[in-house]
């Protein structure tokens, strides 16, 4: 294939393989966007969720820990009952669960717990740049505009407090697995 990327070859694959090709250039796009922050930012990227499959990134900031999911539907999606809802979502699909099951899996295996977590998708998938998941006093987690990612994690959304950068990389660094 000369070109994977080719428009014409993606529209002609079938659907889990547009789907996997979606999911692999969103999580793309958001290690780009994360690498660009700058010294003060440490990511580990396909951290093992035991069960759960994986979590695409942990990124600490000094604002925090986040828990980071990536994806691409390939079309508009909404918050509906405490999920994302989409035409094009697998029937039963549940993005905002399955993130909050692997947040939880790492936090169990590395004893560090995540300041939030981050639904990631285009800018063209949703109508605003962040949007809440759950309740104001304890969101689920929050979907975010691409182009929004780097002030959610410079501490826009954040909640008050401080971290320990330095007692959570080093803990991180010592207990994350990878897939």
Same mark, same amino acid.
């Given at each position: 294939i000369e070109d994977p990327y080719d428009? #014409?070859?993606?529209?002609?694959?079938?659907?889990?393989?547009? &789907?996997?090709?979606?999911?692999?250039l969103a999580e793309e796009a958001t290690a780009s966007i994360v690498s660009d922050m700058g010294i003060g930012v440490t990511v580990w990227h396909d951290l093992d969720a035991g069960s759960e499959g994986k979590l695409d990134h942990a990124v600490l900031t000094p604002s925090g820990l986040w828990a980071v999911e990536s994806i691409d539907w390939g079309a508009p999606v909404r918050v509906e009952h405490g999920d994302i809802v989409g035409e094009t979502l697998a029937p039963g699909e549940r993005p905002v669960k399955e993130l909050v099951r692997a947040?939880?899996? +790492?936090? !169990?295996?590395?004893?560090?717990?995540? #300041? =939030? &977590?981050? $639904? @990631? @998708?285009?800018?063209?998938?949703?109508?605003?740049? /962040?949007?809440? +998941?759950?309740?104001? !006093? !304890?969101?689920?987690?929050? @979907?975010? &505009?691409?182009?929004?990612?780097?002030? /959610? $994690?410079?501490? +826009?959304?954040?909640?008050? =407090?401080?971290?320990? +950068?330095?007692?959570?990389?080093?803990?991180?660094?010592?207990? /994350?697995?990878?897939?």
């Amino acid at each position: 294939i000369e070109d994977p990327y080719d428009p #014409t070859l993606i529209r002609s694959a079938p659907r889990h393989i547009r &789907r996997l090709l979606g999911e692999a250039l969103a999580e793309e796009a958001t290690a780009s966007i994360v690498s660009d922050m700058g010294i003060g930012v440490t990511v580990w990227h396909d951290l093992d969720a035991g069960s759960e499959g994986k979590l695409d990134h942990a990124v600490l900031t000094p604002s925090g820990l986040w828990a980071v999911e990536s994806i691409d539907w390939g079309a508009p999606v909404r918050v509906e009952h405490g999920d994302i809802v989409g035409e094009t979502l697998a029937p039963g699909e549940r993005p905002v669960k399955e993130l909050v099951r692997a947040a939880r899996a +790492v936090q !169990k295996q590395t004893r560090v717990r995540f #300041t =939030g &977590r981050l $639904l @990631v @998708v285009p800018d063209s998938a949703v109508e605003v740049d /962040v949007q809440l +998941v759950g309740s104001p !006093k !304890k969101p689920t987690a929050l @979907v975010v &505009r691409r182009s929004a990612l780097g002030q /959610v $994690l410079n501490g +826009v959304w954040s909640p008050p =407090g401080s971290v320990d +950068v330095f007692e959570i990389r080093d803990r991180l660094q010592q207990t /994350v697995r990878f897939v």
